[in-house]
């Protein structure tokens, strides 16, 4: 059984709206109540028999002595060579999957905000695929149980006061990896005039996990094809389908304002532009 336990424990600024937007847009009609599994974790739109089996889709983690476990070792050394540099710095900054926080992590590659004044639907949407994409990789994690960097290679995470629960929550695949990759790829079809900056977001994403010291490569390489399966089951309800209809209009007004994102884009900019000097495949860009 999926813990929602577990996935609490990841998931908890806002931005003024603008005055075009709110003279060009009329109000939106209020959001249905969705109910929480917990505090700060609304319901999917998956029912849990619609929920991807992970265990079905991936890979066992790579074999101690194997070609694939080294490669997994070599790519963490490199990124433990880049530990409190700008992009490590990114790497936390990406681990916060509560929101309101966490719907800024798509905002420069959209080039629009994203939060529950001037993007509810959005912003729905992105809470509510959250669980579904998360609760996704909870039959391999649970079977797998496979021990994460940091307890293996004894260096602090970039996220050390998160490192207890971590201990007791299985690194493959990652959830994060498969998260961020389902909302690159929702995000993309509902701006595909950005999909080329939003699915290298996506990607950069999952590779924070990695430069954090909390998934191995593996882990994320396999998460984010756990969100692409999650991504797949959405395209099937019917609830998921009218929610991104609602976020396309959002944007659509958005665009139509002029309302660009008001993030420090060129700082998360140069940040995910750092890479170590040696870092092997496929972590060298």
């Given amino acids: 059984m999926i813990s929602i336990a577990r996935l609490s424990r990841y998931t908890f600024s806002v931005i003024a ?22 505090p700060g974790i609304l319901q999917g739109y ?9 265990l079905k889709l991936v890979s066992p983690p790579p074999a101690p002595g194997s070609a694939a476990e080294a490669l997994d070792i070599a790519v ?28 800024e992590v798509f905002s420069c590659a959209l080039d629009a905000p994203i939060n529950q004044q001037q ?14 994409a998360g609760f996704a990789t909870y039959a391999a994690k649970n079977q797998y149980q496979r021990q994460r960097p940091f307890m293996v290679n004894g260096e602090s995470s970039c996220t050390p006061e998160q490192e207890a629960y971590l201990r007791k929550d299985g690194s493959f695949p990652s959830g994060h990896a498969a998260l961020g990759w ?9 701006a595909p005039e950005r999909q080329d900056a939003i699915l290298a977001r996506g990607r950069a994403f999952g590779q924070s996990r ?14 984010r ?43 998360e900019a140069a940040a995910l532009a750092v890479v170590a000097d040696d870092a092997p495949w496929p972590a060298n860009r």
């Fill in 17 to 38: 709206a603008s005055s075009v937007l709110a003279c060009s847009t009329p109000p939106a009609a209020p959001l249905a109540d969705v109910p929480e599994l917990r």
């Fill in 46 to 54: 998956l029912a849990p028999a619609e929920v991807p089996n992970s």
């Fill in 76 to 103: 963490n050394q490199a990124a433990l060579s880049l530990r409190d540099s700008p992009r490590w710095q990114q790497a936390r900054r990406d681990a916060e999957l509560r929101f309101p926080a966490a719907a």
């Fill in 119 to 132: 993007t509810p639907q959005l912003y729905r949407l992105l809470r509510r695929s959250l669980t579904d």
């Fill in 182 to 190: 389902a909302w690159a790829l929702i995000l993309a079809e509902l």
């Fill in 210 to 223: 990695v430069m954090c010291n909390v998934h191995w490569q593996s882990d994320v390489l396999e998460g």
């Fill in 225 to 267: 094809a756990v969100g692409s399966a999650a991504v797949a089951a959405l395209h099937n309800n019917a609830e998921f389908q009218a929610a991104m209809t609602a976020a396309r209009a959002e944007l659509a007004a958005l665009r139509a304002a002029g309302q660009g994102s008001s993030a420090d884009c060129d700082a």
